[in-house]
């Protein structure tokens, strides 16, 4: 071997020994390596003084022996090398079999609670700084000049810390477990209280029928009192009061009636006429109104046998017939063959109850508007406006309704409550029925000159049958009535 080729095999030697920098301490299964400290200058960018020294000198027999140390030195080296390399390839093929894991590791981490969704994977796999938590190497750009500066983390710390992770979501995943169990028995719970619950509304139910049954057989007997009767009696009275004072109706005036064939009625013009309303005081008048209204209400309902069923018809083979004059024709046949009114009571409760289940709407209150509006539309004021004659049939339905409500309650009673007025037949005198009536008024004069004759009712008498044989008939409010002039 010449000097030139020692010289450049001794340089790349001192080269190569310190490009390879001492393997981790924390890798104990990989070789060490300690690069042996270079015996001349580890650059080329210069010339070597010592080296220059002798290139005039001829090569001798020591010089030889020294090429043969660099030598033996070099191959050394260069088997240290190798160990070197088999140890990184081992380390690569750990770290190989740690990167084969982690999917698994990865299914582990998403099946935590909470770790769901499309960053679940990531927040379980990635460290506090949103990089993975393991040791990141770095890409040598030359691999025979970069490989002696990457460090590469110790497997057995890389499996330690997968290990406690397992180990952190195993301890979750108990955690969850004994959570969801808990959740269970109480959901055990709730269920049984709900059967229970549930049965106890069952037996309510099946109470609420038994008395809904036990109601409707006793309906026959409930007893209505004579307070309920006498209070929508008095308020009745006092409303028709009300409306025979209503300012919407001209008193002082002899209103003109319309003729022709669609005219008049014969009642109507009977009230008007001159011989009776023009001969009138205010007044005496105001309380003929009164007198009237009472007439009408009596005519349709006060002294009508209602069933609820006024308007509504049968189609029997295409005949139209009437339900409610049916069925007030056969109350009166049974008081005719005398059928008991006890048998007779029941009948007709039970069958004003199954009327009111149906929702029939009566048209009986509606008829009675109908006729005293027109009664006296012949004194409404010429000014009255639309909207106040809408408000004033308003209010004569509102006191027909409640006539009809007072009505059925008589009905459905055991007891007989009817609203009697007094006859004019034969002239009746005051003292004949002063256990009935009372007088409010003299027609056309003073208290003093009243007579014992009766004029006309102003509003009937309330009274009571109780039920039973041989009960005495009671008078819970006299008539009002008004007295003849002397």
């Not at 400290?37 to 020294?66: C, E, F, L, W």
């Not at 750990?94 to 990531?122: D, F, T």
Request: aromatic residues 6%.
């Amino acid at each position: 071997m010449s000097y030139g080729e020692a010289r450049r095999m001794h340089t790349e030697c001192g080269r190569l020994a310190s490009s390879v920098p001492p393997r981790s301490k924390n890798i104990s299964h990989c070789t060490s390596y300690r690069p042996c400290s270079p015996r001349y200058s580890n650059t080329m960018d210069y010339d070597d003084p010592m080296m220059d020294a002798v290139t005039h000198q001829k090569v001798t027999a020591s010089d030889a022996s020294g090429d043969q140390r660099r030598q033996e030195v070099l191959l050394l080296e260069l088997k240290r090398v190798n160990q070197d390399m088999a140890g990184i390839q081992n380390g690569l093929n750990c770290l190989m079999q740690q990167v084969e894991a982690i999917p698994a590791q990865v299914v582990a981490g998403m099946g935590k609670p909470g770790a769901s969704g499309e960053n679940g994977w990531r927040n379980w796999f990635l460290g506090a700084n949103g990089y993975p938590e393991q040791q990141s190497y770095e890409q040598a750009s030359s691999p025979l000049s970069q490989i002696g500066g990457t460090r590469f983390a110790e497997p057995h710390g890389e499996s330690k810390v997968l290990g406690t992770r397992n180990i952190a979501l195993q301890r979750e995943l108990d955690a969850v477990k004994r959570e969801l169990a808990i959740a269970q028995r109480k959901n055990l719970g709730l269920e049984g209280q709900l059967r229970e619950n549930q049965e106890q509304v069952n037996k309510l139910r099946g109470k609420e029928a038994m008395f809904r049954t036990i109601i409707l057989d006793q309906a026959g007997v409930q007893k209505i009192s004579d307070d309920e009767i006498l209070q929508g009696f008095l308020k009745l009275r006092q409303d028709i009061q009300k409306l025979s004072r209503s300012p919407s109706y001209v008193v002082d005036t002899n209103p003109v009636l319309a003729t022709g064939p669609q005219g008049t009625t014969s009642s109507l013009a009977s009230f008007y006429r001159a011989s009776a309303w023009g001969t009138l005081g205010l007044v005496d008048r105001r309380l003929r109104m009164r007198a009237k209204i009472f007439d009408v209400l009596h005519f349709h309902i006060l002294g009508y046998n209602c069933f609820g069923l006024q308007g509504f018809q049968t189609n029997e083979a295409g005949v139209l017939g009437q339900v409610e004059p049916g069925l007030r024709r056969f109350e009166y046949t049974l008081t005719e063959l005398g059928v008991s009114e006890n048998v007779i009571s029941d009948w007709r409760i039970a069958t004003i109850n199954c009327v009111e289940l149906t929702g029939i709407e009566d048209a009986t209150s509606e008829r009675a508007t109908t006729d005293i509006f027109s009664l006296l539309a012949p004194l409404l004021s010429k000014h009255i406006r639309q909207s106040e004659e809408e408000v004033l049939r308003s209010s004569i339905l509102s006191l027909c309704k409640d006539a009809y409500k007072l009505r059925m309650m008589m009905r459905k009673s055991k007891d007989i409550y009817a609203v009697e007025k007094i006859g004019l037949d034969g002239v009746p005198s005051l003292s004949a029925l002063e256990s009935k009536a009372d007088p409010i008024a003299v027609e056309n004069g003073k208290n003093s000159e009243r007579s014992d004759e009766i004029a006309y009712t102003m509003f009937g008498a309330l009274t009571k049958q109780p039920e039973g044989e041989g009960q005495p008939m009671k008078v819970l409010e006299k008539a009002q009535v008004v007295l003849r002039k002397r």
